[in-house]
């Protein structure tokens, strides 16, 4: 890995509900609200809100205020935030490393699902990959970490914003990695409707959930094989389409929500169905280290981390910024990098003897292979680059039936070797 390296606001805003199928404009319905009453009848018990025909809801969005706060001191909050283990520090697993850096470079991949053993830093592993995220543009204020400059990437209210001429403020943060813990409820993960401010307030006010803040950024779930199956469902079909919908209370919400998902697990607790390992763009494994000098040096070095994190992050800075900036660059010249047309072919090839179902494992693979060799510094990909990413990229797809294991990437390489050959 290391030679692969170095070779080269407003607290309001208005939301569309519904989309009617005549009109290309939103429209939507005021609330008549008043705590015990509606319209000036009494209900005895629960809540029912009717709007009247003709008007325009009002729907509050009341993160914004707060992720407003939260983006003007993200980075004075690093200097007393708990320290990160460094990603140049971390001994082996070089194959999870080399997919989440490429992932970084080309979110388009579409994630990477890490299995191992337990205790071999796979959780360590991806949490240092905050420190080399690079800093994006993003709309000041805005919940879903909106571009500036892309419609596809803004929310609602930026969009209909910039329709209008008007300037948003922008500044520049660093991606985010957000976390999802395993008991996250379905409304904490897609956003779900403020009641509190609509008893109080007379409005439906839509919070958003933990996939509006990881848009534009990492969402990483542990342990993911353990995740409620129509969770991992939510999650995957963000991923893949890029856009959030939340129907709750008689209103529809349409947010951005890309993002690269990255999960991990230990087999022994259960594989994914295959359905949903093939939303993966890529697999990575995981094993534990068996020769004894390593282990030493691995446990030396969390030793060393442990007693003084600061110095220990000090001794590695050089290392690290030199993979950020090898990163920024990549990212930069990725449009640029050319595959021939001769290695499409031969990479399909490969799925197809391989019986390998839909498409997405042709495209992940040139993608793949393309952040690869500009990893590299390079412009051209190179047979070199397919050998090195397409096991991961396939096969995590030849398994199915849910009682078979996941092959270790023998049977691709095999295949890889007849066709290239």
């Not at 003007?72 to 001994?91: C, L, M, N, T």
């Not at 240092?128 to 995220?133: A, F, T």
């Not at 409304?187 to 409707?193: A, E, H, L, M, S």
């Not at 848009?215 to 469902?233: Q, T």
Request: net charge negative; proline share 5%.
């Amino acid at each position: 890995m290391a030679s692969l390296l170095g070779t080269s606001s407003s607290s309001a805003i208005w939301a569309s509900p519904s989309l009617s199928s005549s009109s290309s404009t939103p429209t939507i319905s005021p609330i008549c609200f008043k705590p015990g009453t509606l319209c000036g009848k009494k209900f005895n018990s629960g809540i029912q809100i009717r709007p009247k025909k003709n008007k325009s809801r009002l729907v509050m969005n009341v993160a914004t205020e707060i992720n407003s706060v939260e983006q003007a001191g993200k980075f004075d909050s690093k200097k007393s935030a708990r320290p990160v283990y460094p990603f140049a520090a971390i001994v082996g697993q070089d194959e999870m490393k080399l997919c989440l850096l490429l992932n970084v470079i080309d979110p388009k991949i579409g994630g990477v699902m890490i299995m191992g053993d337990r205790g071999t830093g796979k959780s360590t592993t991806v949490r240092s990959l905050v420190d080399l995220l690079p800093e994006i543009e993003v709309v000041a204020g805005d919940p879903y970490n909106s571009d500036p400059l892309d419609p596809e990437f803004m929310g609602v209210e930026v969009r209909e914003r910039v329709e209008r001429g008007e300037t948003v403020p922008v500044i520049a943060t660093k991606i985010n990695m957000v976390d999802l813990p395993l008991g996250a409820t379905e409304d904490r993960v897609c956003g779900t409707i403020d009641i509190e401010k609509a008893l109080t307030e007379g409005v439906k006010a839509f919070e958003p959930g933990l996939l509006a803040k990881a848009n534009r950024g990492i969402l990483y779930v542990d342990e993911v094989n353990l995740l409620d199956d129509h969770l991992v469902d939510v999650l995957l079909d963000s991923a893949a389409s890029g856009w959030n919908t939340v129907e709750r209370e008689g209103i529809s919400i349409s947010h951005p929500a890309r993002f690269i998902l990255i999960g991990s697990g230990n087999p022994e607790e259960g594989e994914l169905r295959p359905q949903l390992l093939d939303r993966f763009g890529m697999h990575a494994q995981v094993g534990t280290v068996r020769d004894a000098d390593l282990r030493v040096k691995i446990v030396e070095e969390r030793a060393r981390f442990d007693s003084n994190p600061k110095d220990f992050r000090e001794t590695y800075k050089t290392e690290q910024d030199k993979l950020q900036d090898q990163i920024s660059t990549a990212r930069s010249n990725l449009s640029s990098v050319q595959i021939d047309r001769e290695l499409k072919v031969k990479i399909s090839r490969v799925c197809s003897e391989l019986n390998v179902d839909g498409l997405r494992g042709d495209i992940v693979t040139n993608r793949a292979a393309k952040a690869l060799a500009a990893l590299k510094g390079k412009d051209r990909v190179t047979a070199e680059d397919v050998a090195t990413v397409i096991p991961n990229c396939l096969r995590h797809r030849l398994r199915k039936d849910p009682l078979e294991s996941i092959d270790s990437g023998v049977l691709v390489s095999e295949k890889f070797a007849e066709i290239f050959s």
